[in-house]
């Protein structure tokens, strides 16, 4: 029985192609402004860290690249041209050739040289910020949303950290929880957030805009619906929003938000969640986000529905079935017009 070896049929090879071509398409996020399904990418960096970290991405993804088609090459090119044919001779051997061995130890040893020389290049320069021009924020790591304090401006809110551009933010990473990670994929790198161990990094935004941050270490059933999101400002439209943030709550105008706030006030709603000037303490312990000013926030609960009267009073009403094991309980008693009245109320804390 004769051997018979197989020709390598170039469609074989070439039904590979769209799969490759998927590959590399998943990693390009949407740019529409929908916030819920923005896809933060980071081919898109809007800071020098991010910047940084994404010309490393390319430099080792081209090194990468060109040692794939290098050696593909020669592999198909061997393949084919050097086949066994029926009758022909045995190839030459080079089987203890000192100078291919030596070649072959050589070159990728260069190459990955190369690569680690850049990696370490690079974390030293994003290691300790440029600019004196600072700010500090802590993000709590809470499960399942982040909660952000300014600690110099006394602001405490959640789902939503605004920056002014061009600032260096210094990030203090904090979890009294479980291990959670911080990620701005726009903005910075992944760090990990370790109870008992607080992290800090530093992140600066060049632009104005809206950048989807995400909890990028799983943490629990509801660590998908952990995200928030970084708004990067103008530093005086930044100073609006701290003062805006730093006042108590606004006083409800309307009759309905009215009734809303005299039943917020003496809710079990109080026992987890602060409103500044309106429940008492400073808030610290309590393991709901602070609704000072929610009305002025995007999203609900990290990001799991968009902040609009609808999705809050189907959050109020039952909030399990909006983020199932979450630290909300659902309010089956509520009655639809003591939802609409807390709706109308929390959507009045501008
Ligand atoms: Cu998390």
């Given at each position: 029985m004769s051997f018979k070896p197989k020709t390598l049929k170039w469609w074989r090879l070439a039904s590979l192609l769209p799969l490759l071509i998927a590959l590399a398409l998943a990693g390009c996020g949407q740019t529409d402004v929908n916030l819920v399904t923005h896809t933060p990418n980071i081919l898109d960096p809007k800071g020098p860290v991010a910047l940084k970290e994404s010309n490393l991405f390319w430099f080792i993804l081209v090194v990468s690249t060109t040692v794939f088609v290098v050696v593909v090459s020669a592999l198909i090119y061997s393949i084919i041209r050097f086949r066994a044919r029926?009758?022909?001779?045995?190839p030459m051997q080079f089987h203890g050739n000192t100078k291919l061995e030596i070649g072959w130890t050589i070159v990728p040893s260069l190459v990955l040289l190369g690569v680690l020389v850049m990696t370490i290049t690079t974390m030293n320069s994003i290691q300790q910020p440029a600019s004196p021009n600072t700010i500090t924020v802590n993000a709590v790591g809470h499960q399942w949303w982040w909660e952000f304090q300014y600690p110099d401006q006394h602001v405490v809110t959640a789902d939503e950290m605004w920056i002014p551009t061009g600032t260096v933010v210094h990030v203090n990473l904090i979890s009294d929880n479980v291990i959670h990670s911080f990620w701005v994929p726009q903005l910075s790198g992944k760090t990990d957030v370790i109870p008992g161990h607080d992290n800090t990094i530093w992140l600066q935004a060049d632009t104005v805009g809206w950048y989807r941050g995400e909890c990028a270490e799983f943490c629990g059933t509801q660590h998908a619906h952990m995200d928030f999101l970084v708004h990067a400002v103008s530093s005086s439209d930044y100073q609006t929003w701290i003062q805006q943030q730093q006042a108590p709550a606004a006083q409800p105008t309307s009759a309905l938000a009215q009734a809303g706030a005299q039943y917020f006030a003496s809710s079990p709603c109080i026992g987890c969640h602060m409103v500044n000037g309106v429940t008492?303490?400073?808030?610290?312990?309590?393991?709901?986000?602070?609704?000072?000013?929610?009305?002025?926030?995007?999203?609900?609960a990290g990001g799991v529905v968009d902040n609009t009267p609808q999705n809050l009073a189907a959050w109020i009403h039952d909030a399990q079935a909006v983020k199932p094991g979450s630290d909300m309980p659902a309010f089956p008693n509520l009655t639809s017009s003591q939802v609409d009245e807390l709706v109308a109320y929390l959507e009045s804390l501008k």
């Open positions: 029926p009758g022909a001779a045995e008492k303490g400073s808030g610290a312990g309590l393991i709901g986000p602070n609704l000072t000013h929610f009305g002025s926030r995007q999203w609900i």
